[in-house]
């Protein structure tokens, strides 16, 4: 484990080191056209699978999601649990305990998710273009957060190098854990209600609800 740490340690130094001197025009130049992508689109729907793997702690674990965003707002649907952002509030539900928790977005930290990440490079962090790879038909690029104290040091982003579409990403914990994110389909939608990303009354009938603002 003192090894684990004392690595990780090393490669947040480098990293910090390398992404301080300029912010990579190539890298910028494709995350602005894949972020202008997905803005012009009204709304959209995203099938995922996400993974979570840490060698060290032998987890190796799986799901599948399923996501609709229009601009700011999504529903995220996975594993029994619903999560709704209606611009300021977070809903979430439980299949399980047949309970709906709401809280102010402003008290939650922000996570990173296939909602949020087409828009994520633009404030607070560094970015630089890595490689290209499957024949030039994949560009990889690197994200480092300004922030050190966040709880990850990276976010490696795959991107289609000819449409643009978001591929996969993978975020790199300080734990040694990793999260990845891989796009399985993507579907453009004409539109979406503002009240398909909150709970209504009718849908809050017969559940457990707790406010937490």
Known sequence: MKKLITLITLSILVLTSVYAQQQDPKAGKILDAMSAKYRKTPAFKADFSYKMENIEEDINETFEGTVFVKGDLYKLLMEGQEMRFDGKNIW????EFEEVSVTSSEDEEEEISISNIFDLYKTGYKYLYLES???????VIDLVPNDLNKSFFKIRMEI?????ELRSFKVFDKSGSKYIYTVKTYQ????LKD???TFSQAELNGKEFIDMR
């Open 160 to 164: 289609n190098a000819t449409t643009k």
């Open 92 to 95: 979430t539900y439980s299949a």
């Open 188 to 191: 453009a939608l004409s539109t």
């Open 133 to 139: 790879k499957n024949s030039g038909k994949t560009d």
């Open 195 to 197: 009240n398909d990303f």
